[in-house]
Every structure is written in C-alpha cells, then in structure tokens.
C-alpha cells in the first residue's frame, strides 16, 4: 500500500470513489448530497488538483483506489474512503498521513468541517467539535461540523 500524490487523470476514479463512499450517508439530505457530489464531479476535481497550495494524495494498494484526502496548510478538505474499505482502519490511516505531513509544516493543530456522517470517526481520532457549521459550495450549502485537532508537544 502507498500513497501517491494526485494528478489530473486521476479525477475520474477519485469523483467514482467520493460517489461510492457517500452511498451510505443517510445524515445529510438529498440536496446537500447532490451538492456534495457537483463540488467533487470530475471537472471539479480536476480543477482542484491544478491548485498549488493544495495536496491531494491518493491511497492505492497496487492500482487499486482505496482512499483519497487533499489539505491546504493546517486543513483537511477532503477525505473519502471506498464503500467497501470503510470501517477497516483505512481512514485512521489517511488521517494519520496528513496529520504527519501538517506537523512536519510546523502547525500545533489540525482543522477540518466534517461531514454529518463522519463526525464520530473524527471524534475518535481526537478531534474536538468547534461548532456547527456550514460550507457553502457554489452548488449549495452542506451542514458540518468545524472540528480541531491539537498536536502533543
């Protein structure tokens, strides 16, 4: 297993991965769902891996996509594991990837919104809810939560 930064064709299989992944959010509502999914369609994607001060890694067990996770500075802004790989450790192991990478860069904590759904995965991985929230995409409005991560010393 590896992790390999993501490129411009990997849009299509990471936009299948998030479709995938969400199948089985029943928190949020419809609406919020297909706003999730217009943010993350391929032509989004891409667009989001032309961003520099954006990273985006793919989680890969030979070719095949199990996870995928991008940040900027301290914030996670995406993280998705496949349906069938949810609730294996994949997720734990995405997240202690990033964290790393965000510590190494010198911040003391790490911020993410997480989803309805996610929000008792991230809690078990010591993140603390900051508030209720909402991020605004420019195909609606999701409900989230602000949560943080401080880092030991």
Same mark, same amino acid.
């Given at each position: ?15 299948? %991965? ?6 089985? #959010?029943?928190?949020?509502?419809? =609406?919020? $769902?297909?706003? /999730?999914? !217009? ?39 995406? %993280? ?6 949810? #609730?294996?450790?994949?997720?734990? =192991?995405? $997240?202690?990837? /990033?964290? !790393? ?53």
């Amino acid at each position: 297993m590896k992790f390999v930064k993501a490129k411009i064709e990997d849009a299509k299989r990471c936009n299948y %991965l998030i479709r995938n992944s969400i199948q089985t #959010n029943a928190k949020n509502t419809q =609406k919020e $769902l297909s706003a /999730i999914l !217009k943010n993350n369609s391929v032509t989004c994607l891409k667009q989001k891996f032309l961003e520099k001060e954006r990273n985006s890694y793919l989680l890969l067990d030979k070719e095949f996509l199990i996870g995928y996770v991008a940040f900027k500075d301290n914030e996670v802004l995406s %993280l998705y594991v496949a349906k069938r790989f949810q #609730n294996k450790g994949f997720g734990r =192991k995405i $997240l202690f990837f /990033i964290e !790393k990478k965000i510590r190494k860069k010198g911040f003391r904590n790490v911020k993410l919104e997480s989803s309805l759904s996610a929000r008792d995965f991230y809690e078990k991985q010591g993140y603390k809810v900051l508030s209720n929230s909402t991020h605004k995409t420019p195909f609606g409005n999701i409900r989230c939560f602000l949560m943080k991560k401080s880092f030991s010393q």
